[in-house]
C-alpha cells in the first residue's frame, strides 16, 4: 500500500469513513498540515480492507471510557510506552520482560483488555487477523485523547505488530523518565528526531491520568525540592505521608479528568506532579513553549497531534518486516 508523503488524508476516502468522521472534523480545530507519513503508512490503509476500522474504536471507547474514565489515559500511556521501546509495534502488549519491567508494570490492565476487545471486534467484521494489534493501540491512544475532550488527529496506517518483547533493560534505558530533567529529556527525544515543542507538547498528555507517590516522593522527602510551590507540596504530603506510600494522585490538580491545557498552568505555578514536568518550565529552551501553551489551547493542541503523528511513527514495521499477530 503505496503511502502518502506529505499531506494529511486525502479529501475522497471511503464514505463510511467521512460519515465516521464528521463529529470529529467538525467541532475541532486541525493541524493545517500534518508531518509525512512513515514508507509503508497510509491515510487510507484499510479502506478497502477494513473501511468502519475507525468507527469500530470509536464506539467501544465512547462506552468504555464512559463507564470508566480512567481508562484514557491508560491507553494514552500505553501507545507512549509502546513506541518509544523498539518502535510502535504492539510489543508492550506481550507477554515477557517488556511488559514486565518496572515502568510497565503500572500500565492499566483495562488499557490491554480494551485493545484486546477492540481487535476481537475488528477480527469479527473485518476477517481474521486483517487489523495489526499496533494500529489498534494507535487508532485508541487517539480516541481516548479525543474523548477526554482533546483534538483529534489523522492516524496513519498499516503498521505491523513485532514478534518479541524487548529486555527488561531495553525497556528501562529507553522510557523517558518522570525523574529526568528536561536536559535529559531533550537529548533522549531527539534520538527520535523529536524536538523541544515536541517534548513539551507529549508531556501535555499529563493534562489526564495518575501518579503513584514512590514516583515523585523524592521531591518531598527528606526535604522539598525548592522547585515545588509550598501549598502543593503540603498538599501531595497528605496523600503521600512518608515515603514508598502505597497512594497516588491525579496529574493534573485543575481539571484531573479533561484533556486541556491546565497542565501548562499548573506548571507555570509550581504545581508540576513530576519532575520531568517542573523542569520544563524551569529551562530556559523549554520555558517559553509551555507559556504559549498555557495561553493558547488552540496552540496546544496542534502542536500535540503534530508530535503524536511523528510519534506514533517510530521504528514502525511494515509490510513483511513484522506480522498481524493472531492474538494481541
Known amino acids: ?53 475507525e468507527q469500530i474504536v470509536r464506539d467501544y471507547l465512547k462506552k468504555a471510557i464512559r463507564k470508566h474514565a480512567g481508562l484514557a489515559p491508560g491507553l494514552l500511556r500505553m501507545h507512549f510506552h509502546d513506541c518509544f521501546v523498539q518502535g510502535c509495534d504492539a510489543s508492550v502488549l506481550l507477554d515477557g520482560p517488556e511488559k514486565e519491567s518496572v515502568p510497565n508494570l503500572t500500565l492499566r490492565p483495562s488499557a490491554f483488555k480494551a485493545i484486546k476487545d477492540i481487535r476481537t471486534l475488528t477480527d469479527h467484521q473485518c476477517g481474521y487477523r486483517t487489523v495489526s494489534c499496533a494500529d489498534v493501540t494507535a487508532l485508541a491512544a487517539r480516541d481516548a485523547v479525543y474523548l477526554s475532550g482533546g483534538p483529534h488527529y ?49 508531556s501535555g498528555g499529563h493534562t489526564i491520568g495518575i501518579g503513584h507517590c514512590n ?14 510551590g509550598k501549598i502543593f507540596a503540603k498538599s501531595l504530603r497528605r496523600t503521600c505521608p512518608a515515603k514508598n506510600t502505597d497512594n497516588a494522585t491525579v496529574l493534573d ?22 519532575t520531568s514536568d517542573q523542569s520544563l518550565y524551569t529551562d530556559s529552551r523549554t520555558r517559553p513553549i509551555v507559556t504559549s501553551f498555557a ?18 511513527q517510530l521504528d514502525v514495521l511494515t509490510g513483511n518486516q513484522g506480522e498481524i499477530r493472531a492474538q494481541c
Open 1 to 53: 500500500m503505496a503511502s502518502s508523503t506529505s499531506t494529511c488524508p486525502p479529501p475522497l476516502l471511503a464514505l463510511a469513513f467521512i460519515i465516521s468522521s464528521l463529529v470529529f472534523f467538525s467541532t475541532l480545530p486541525q493541524a493545517e498540515s500534518c508531518p509525512p507519513s512513515a514508507n509503508g503508512l497510509s491515510w487510507s490503509f484499510y479502506e478497502t480492507s477494513c473501511p468502519m476500522l
Open 154 to 202: 489523522p492516524v496513519p496506517l498499516g503498521r505491523r505488530d513485532g514478534f518479541r518483547s524487548a529486555t527488561n533493560e531495553t525497556t528501562i534505558a529507553s522510557l523517558p523518565s518522570p525523574s529526568s530533567d528536561a536536559s535529559i529529556l531533550l537529548c533522549n527525544l531527539s534520538k527520535h528526531h523529536l524536538d523541544a515543542t515536541d517534548l513539551v507538547a507529549l
Open 215 to 228: 514516583i515523585f516522593d523524592d521531591r518531598l522527602y527528606p526535604g522539598q525540592d525548592p522547585t515545588m
Open 253 to 274: 490538580m485543575r481539571s484531573p479528568y479533561t484533556f486541556d491545557n491546565k497542565y501548562y498552568v499548573n506548571i507555570m505555578n509550581r504545581q508540576g506532579l513530576f
Open 295 to 312: 495561553v493558547n489551547q488552540s496552540l496546544f493542541f496542534e502542536k500535540f497531534a503534530a508530535a503524536m503523528i511523528k510519534l506514533g
